[in-house]
């Protein structure tokens, strides 16, 4: 295993506070990593249903977390390379790497500026533009969620999209089975609500003038 050791400036207060993670500003002056990074770490309360409910360690789902966001990244681009001309815009994922912060596990992401704004909820609600000019953004977001949903076969479906604009982060990932075949861990993270989300969105969207530009509204 190749092991990078490298030196950030980290804000003393984090930016963001949710129910799961905090996030704190970093910086990096290695030539490689230059500009703004995102160092996000498990809230006490979270760390209690990570050993208690999931049954595992806090490592053990630090790396599922950026497992789910590789999964989510490669779907993505995936979609991404498929949309033709008329579509715009796309969608990307910026990296997101597995560290150690102080002996316990965290993640490290790329910083995304810009206002924050939802898509598509963890719990499969369809959520509606607050302005018309990023209409096309959350349309565009939906038909992602669809896409992901048709690619994998229904075996899993991209949610809780969010973002600044067309750069996304932190997504979930829900699957059709909550469990391994043996039932002894979950798939992905906490946030996987599995069949539930997939109803719900299901049950919410109507596909939209993208989801016919893709050709996926007739594999639903």
């Known amino acids: 295993m190749n092991v990078a050791t490298l030196d950030f400036m980290i804000e003393d207060e984090p930016f963001s506070s949710r129910a799961f993670r905090d996030a704190s500003k970093a910086t990096c002056n290695d030539h490689l990593h230059l500009g703004d990074w995102v160092v996000k770490k498990y809230t006490p309360t979270s760390i209690t249903t990570i050993k208690e409910v999931l049954k595992s360690t806090v490592e053990d789902h630090t790396r599922k977390q950026v497992q789910m966001h590789a999964v989510a990244r490669n779907i993505t681009q ?21 560290s150690v912060l102080d002996d316990i596990p965290v993640t490290l992401e790329e910083f995304v500026p810009g206002e924050f704004r939802k898509y598509v909820n963890n719990n499969g609600a369809c959520l509606t533009s607050p302005v018309e000019a990023c209409d096309e953004v959350f349309a565009k977001a939906q038909c992602l969620v669809h896409y992901s949903y048709v690619f994998t076969k229904r075996k ?47 049950k919410q969207h109507q596909c939209n003038r993208y989801c016919d530009t893709m050709g996926i509204e007739d594999e639903y």
Do not use: H, W
Request: include cysteine; proline fraction near 3%; glycine fraction near 6%.
């Open 78 to 98: 995936r979609f991404s390379s498929k949309v033709p001309a008329e579509f715009g815009d796309s969608f990307q994922y910026g990296k997101v790497f597995y």
């Open 156 to 202: 899993m479906m991209l949610v809780d999209l969010q973002g600044s604009m067309f750069q996304l982060y932190d997504p979930e990932i829900a699957t059709t089975e909550l469990t391994t075949e043996n039932a002894d861990e979950y798939y992905f993270c906490a946030g996987n609500l599995s069949q539930v989300i997939i109803d719900e969105f299901r």
